[in-house]
């Protein structure tokens, strides 16, 4: 199985003041509504995909660097055909718009 994930480019500001370095691993839960196109979004960050993996808790990012979660609106012609790679690329374009040039998806 393809593991999938959005990583840094750069260095991150944790919410302790410390930086994460590029290479960090976002990942997010994703929470769907019925009757609606809108999902939930709601982010974490780890140092690395071995941090993940190993279970370790993710970082706490400051609230001014990157929402903790939002609420994005798919249109309804991409949203009955979403995968995960999919779900993934669009919640990488929104975080770009956030902090440009920032993530990008990589899948193993």
Do not use: W
């Not at 997010?28 to 993940?52: M, Q």
């Not at 370790?56 to 309804?76: Q, R």
């Amino acid at each position: 199985m393809a593991k999938i994930d959005i990583i840094t480019l750069s260095g991150l500001t944790a919410g302790d003041g410390s930086i994460l370095a590029s290479g960090a691993t976002v990942k997010f839960d994703s929470e769907f509504t019925a009757a609606s196109t809108d999902i939930r979004i709601t982010l974490r960050v780890y140092r690395n995909r071995e941090v993940f993996e190993n279970g370790f808790d993710n970082v706490p990012i400051s609230k001014e660097t990157l929402p903790n979660d939002y609420v994005m609106n798919v249109p309804e012609e991409e949203f009955y055909v979403l995968t995960p790679t999919i779900l993934y690329e669009i919640v990488c374009v929104h975080l770009n718009q956030l902090i440009p040039n920032m993530f990008e998806v990589r899948i193993t």
